[in-house]
């Protein structure tokens, strides 16, 4: 692994939606269980798990709404079908300018620099991080002597500027590390995820 890309997603909601916090989401919710339709890109995407670890510590009851993909999704939320969607910033911005769609908080720990002034959830919801990420693999065997070239040869890609001005513009972070960096970040990953499957009771389709 060379560099680990994370982008985050962005928690929003159809305009027509009386809350514009989300302590006034949560209050919503809260007050009309099972009531609050959550569209997602598919059951096990990342929009689904961010929805279902935000219901988790919070306590409310969404209605969870698969799409194939991203854009029907959006769509529907856009024409007020569903009322929150938990999406990538850099496809929601437009309507998000727009007015088109109003955003409540972005999923990943530090604000978004496409947003500044929007807040993260985990201010309103302590231990809440959820992030879209890329990073870059090898086959399990590979020379370490190799491994290491390549570890080196793309971090030094990533930090090129105009690379770096371009993800930032997609809302992406680089964050250059090691294998071994990379590694740990897949293992506390997965076991994040698992646990919250577990307790969800989330199962494959």
């Given amino acids: 692994m060379a ?42 995407t990342p929009a689904h798990m961010a929805s279902e670890l935000f219901q988790l510590l919070t306590g409310i ?9 991203g854009a029907p999704a ?39 620099d496409l947003l500044p002034e929007l807040p993260t959830v985990s201010e309103f919801v302590p231990g809440y991080e959820v992030s879209s990420w890329f990073g870059i693999g090898a086959p399990k065997h590979t020379p370490t002597n190799i491994v290491d070239l390549l570890n080196v040869t793309i971090n030094a890609g990533l930090s090129d500027p105009k690379l770096k001005a371009q993800l930032t513009d997609l809302s992406a972070t680089v964050l250059p590390g090691t294998p071994a960096d990379f590694g740990k970040f897949i293992a506390d990953e997965t076991e994040k995820w698992r646990k919250l499957i577990q307790a969800a009771g989330i199962k494959s389709t």
């Fill in 3 to 44: 560099a680990l890309i994370r982008s985050p997603l962005v928690m929003e909601v159809n305009p027509s939606v009386p809350a514009s916090s989300i302590p006034e989401f949560i209050a919503m919710a809260k007050a009309n269980p099972g009531a609050v339709a959550a569209a997602s890109a598919g059951h096990g």
């Fill in 74 to 112: 959006l769509t529907d939320l856009l024409a007020g079908q569903v009322q929150v969607m938990f999406e990538n910033v850099s496809t929601s911005l437009e309507y998000i300018r727009a007015g088109k769609l109003r955003a409540l908080g972005v999923t990943t720990a530090a604000r978004s």
């Fill in 61 to 69: 009851d969404l209605i969870d709404v698969p799409y194939r993909g």
